[in-house]
């Protein structure tokens, strides 16, 4: 069975601080990867998907940035976290297009930007 | 551009009571559609997903939603409402082969004992 794993569930962090969240998928070879944003309260917001190591597409920027250095593996980062950054972060992944398939979302990390 | 609306930020319904909960979409050709439940402090997980053929699709616990061209809506149904069903639903809509998909704004479900 596949599984998906997000770290970590929660941070507190300052303003201008760097960032880095991960997300590992377990049990499915070559998955499409994706990375969402939650505002509290708020529906979801693409960021990125990547489809193949090495390769991240961009949606919407939010002055982070996203990379795959593994087939398994997606990370989340920036250098300086804004207060906008806060959120509910969330991984997904499926097989081929999102489009057509289903997504399979992580747990979540709950950012707080203080 | 693709878009969705959730009219109703929440609903409360009767536990046992019938329930709809609404979603227009807005996109030119034939849309990908998908409703997602979110229980607290949660990832999202897919309840259904509808891309052609019959348009009342059968989805888990009992959901079941209704595609209409003519008004651009995919609304999710449930017969009988249980109290673990209070969460926030999303609508979602995506195109052939893309890998945006748009999500509504959500509806936040309480469900009264």
């Known amino acids: 069975a596949q599984t998906i794993h997000q770290w970590p569930v929660a941070e507190i962090k300052a303003v201008g601080s760097p960032l880095s969240l991960g997300c590992t998928i377990k049990?499915?070879?070559?998955?499409?990867l994706y990375w969402y944003w939650q505002a509290t309260g708020g529906t979801l917001q693409q960021l990125f998907y990547?489809?193949?190591?090495?390769?991240v597409e961009s949606v919407v920027q939010l002055n982070l940035s996203a990379s795959r250095p593994k087939d398994d593996q997606f990370i989340l980062s920036t250098e300086k976290l804004l207060l906008s950054h806060s959120g509910f972060y969330l991984c997904?992944?499926?097989?081929?297009?999102?489009?057509?398939?289903?997504?399979?979302f992580g747990a979540g990390t709950r950012l707080s930007v203080l | 551009a693709q878009s969705v609306t959730q009219p109703d930020a929440r609903v409360t319904v009767s536990e046992g009571a019938s329930l709809q909960l609404r979603c227009k979409y807005s996109?030119?050709?034939?849309?990908?559609l998908f409703w997602y439940v979110q229980y607290p402090r949660q990832g999202l997980q897919l309840l259904l997903k509808?891309?052609?053929?019959?348009?009342v699709v059968q989805g888990v616990n009992g959901f079941e939603a209704e595609f209409s061209k003519s008004n651009s809506s995919f609304h999710l149904r449930k017969a009988s409402v249980h109290w673990s069903d209070s969460a926030v639903y999303f609508c979602?809509?995506?195109?052939?082969?893309?890998?945006?998909?748009?999500f509504g704004a959500g509806t936040k479900l309480t469900i009264k004992p």
């Open positions: 997904a992944w499926s097989l081929l297009w999102a489009s057509q398939n289903t997504l399979y």
């Open positions: 049990g499915k070879s070559s998955p499409n």
């Open positions: 990547s489809i193949t190591v090495g390769q």
């Open positions: 996109y030119s050709a034939t849309p990908y």
């Open positions: 509808y891309y052609s053929g019959d348009p």
């Open positions: 979602a809509v995506s195109n052939y082969g893309n890998e945006k998909i748009t």
